[in-house]
Structure formats: C-alpha cells, structure tokens
C-alpha cells in the first residue's frame, strides 16, 4: 500500500454529468487510498443460510469509491483477526 501511494497518491479519472440536455465530460483526480470507519450492528445467526451469521455494515465513502471493495476488505481482515484471535488472553 505504501509503495502505491509514493508511486501515485492520486489517479486521474473521466466524469460524465447530464448537462443542459447534453452529455459533459469533466477530469477529476480520484485517492488511491481512502480511509473510513465501519460499524457493525445488528449480528447474529443468518435466518437465509443455517449455520452461518449475518450483520449489518455502516460506512461511508468518498464519489468514485466502490463499497463492495471496502467489504471485501473488511471481510479479508475479520478472517485474519479471527484466526489469531485467542480470547483467552
């Protein structure tokens, strides 16, 4: 992640606005790293699939991000907290 930042803090990206009747294209600069927070509610037992859970994820994120990025990695860390998560210490 660092090595991307000194490389390209930003990207440059094309934005396209319906404008008086016709269609305008604007550049813009997108981060390649945003931070937010996510928060968790509503967990427990997933009614739609037996022996799994559910929750219910709050976040927000800048124009231009996508959210299912932002779970993917969200999903990917709780994995690797859980698996060395000892409770007993």
């Known amino acids: 992640m660092l090595s991307l930042?000194?490389?390209?803090?930003t990207l440059p990206y094309a934005r396209y606005r319906w404008t008086d009747g016709a269609i305008r294209q604007t550049e813009g600069l997108r981060p390649?790293?945003?931070?937010t927070r996510v928060r968790v509610d509503?967990?427990?037992a997933d009614i739609d699939t037996p022996g799994r859970y559910a929750c219910e994820?709050?976040?927000f994120?800048?124009?231009?991000c996508y959210a299912t990025n932002a779970v993917a990695q969200w999903v990917a860390w709780t994995a690797r907290t859980a698996a060395t998560w000892n409770p007993g210490t």
């Open 32 to 35: 390649t790293v945003v931070q």
């Open 61 to 64: 994120l800048p124009t231009g």
């Open 42 to 44: 509503r967990t427990g």
């Open 57 to 59: 994820l709050a976040l």
């Open 5 to 9: 930042l000194q490389q390209a803090a």
